[in-house]
């Protein structure tokens, strides 16, 4: 069974109604996933987290071995993340879109000092968080 007949072998045309509607389906197929891949590449999504406030100057008063976690949660509102790395709380906080999220990221120790801080770093710069205070 031939499916496709040539012409000048520069054309081609569907030998049948069945192919061409197998054709046009192929090619929404493709058209569609596409258009759905392209709401991948968005920068922010539908979220309860939201930009903070004075964010950016709450970051920037961080105080290495002074600043505690409760200041920063009064002033934050609740981490977007709060973890533990090893034995060591990670907390960290989405502070603002502009359009690229800036984070703040801390280390607290045991007692609920900050001890490492991560702020507006670029991703390509990994953040391996040491206690600096000791």
Request: charged letters at 20%.
């Amino acid at each position: 069974m031939r499916l496709v007949e040539f012409r000048d072998n520069t054309h081609c045309k569907p030998n049948s109604g069945l192919q061409a509607v197998m054709l046009r389906y192929l090619s929404l197929t493709v058209f569609a996933a596409v258009f759905a891949l392209a709401g991948c590449a968005t920068t922010q999504t539908q979220s309860e987290e939201r930009p903070i406030v004075g964010g950016a100057n709450v970051a920037r008063s961080v105080v290495l071995c002074q600043t505690k976690l409760i200041d920063l949660q009064s002033r934050l509102g609740e981490p977007s993340r709060d973890g533990v790395l090893g034995r060591t709380r990670i907390l960290t906080w989405i502070v603002s879109w502009d359009p690229l999220v800036k984070y703040l990221g801390v280390m607290a120790d045991d007692n609920g000092t900050v001890v490492d801080v991560y702020w507006n770093l670029p991703s390509e710069i990994q953040w391996s968080p040491v206690n600096r205070c000791k």
